[in-house]
């Protein structure tokens, strides 16, 4: 083959080359178009953090719902209104649903004086859609959060992947310090 014949050859396989490469190129970033519309929205994998804030997802996606609480004290369910210690082993116990899908890597929070509190330690990595499917989550809460009544009404709510909070379910607890007594208490015994 002669020398002219060899660079036609090697011009045409650098042209063809480069026409399949942009081809493929279009077609990912059509396929990356096609993924930003879908509204289930899922994490890489488990080790993947987004924080207390969430993701940015698209505006499609619903709130996830609380649908029951329950109070455990050192393992014993407790009704409401309840009084703890601040050493005493607290747990919330929850049903929920979300119909994304996405409440893994969502977080609980504590309302404390109608303010979100995140329990950052306690991020959802395998939970995804209701408590019917996976059974309810438990949450250690640190009873310092209700310490003499301070920041009460209380509440509880969780929030999904793209940081949608839930609906707030109402927590009446107080918590007290070891050996301490409740003033109540003490004017109750008077009488």
């Known amino acids: 083959m002669s020398n002219r014949k060899m660079a036609v050859l090697v011009v045409l396989v650098a042209i063809i080359m480069l026409t399949i ?21 899922s994490p890489i994998d488990d080790d993947w953090e987004i924080g207390c804030e969430g993701a940015k997802c698209n505006d499609g996606n619903v709130q996830p719902r609380l649908l029951a ?5 050192n393992g014993d369910v407790r009704e409401y209104p309840a009084t703890v ?30 303010v979100p509190q995140c329990l950052e330690g306690q991020q959802f ?15 250690v809460i640190d009873p310092h959060y209700f ?12 929030s ?26 003490d004017d109750e015994k008077e009488k």
């Open 21 to 41: 490469s942009f081809a493929c190129e279009k077609k990912d970033d059509n396929n990356h178009d096609e993924d930003e519309g879908d509204d289930d929205i």
């Open 160 to 185: 999904d992947f793209c940081g949608k909070h839930s609906n707030r379910i109402p927590v009446d607890i107080i918590a007290h310090r070891p050996g301490e007594t409740n003033d109540d208490d």
């Open 69 to 73: 609480l329950e109070l455990t004290v």
């Open 85 to 114: 210690l601040t050493t005493d082993y607290v747990k919330f116990v929850i049903e929920y649903l979300h119909p994304h899908r996405n409440l893994r890597h969502g977080y609980p929070f504590i309302v404390v004086d109608g």
């Open 147 to 158: 310490l003499d009544g301070e920041g009460a009404p209380y509440g509880f709510e969780i």
């Open 125 to 139: 990595l395998n939970f995804t859609s209701s408590s019917e499917e996976e059974g309810p989550a438990q949450i």
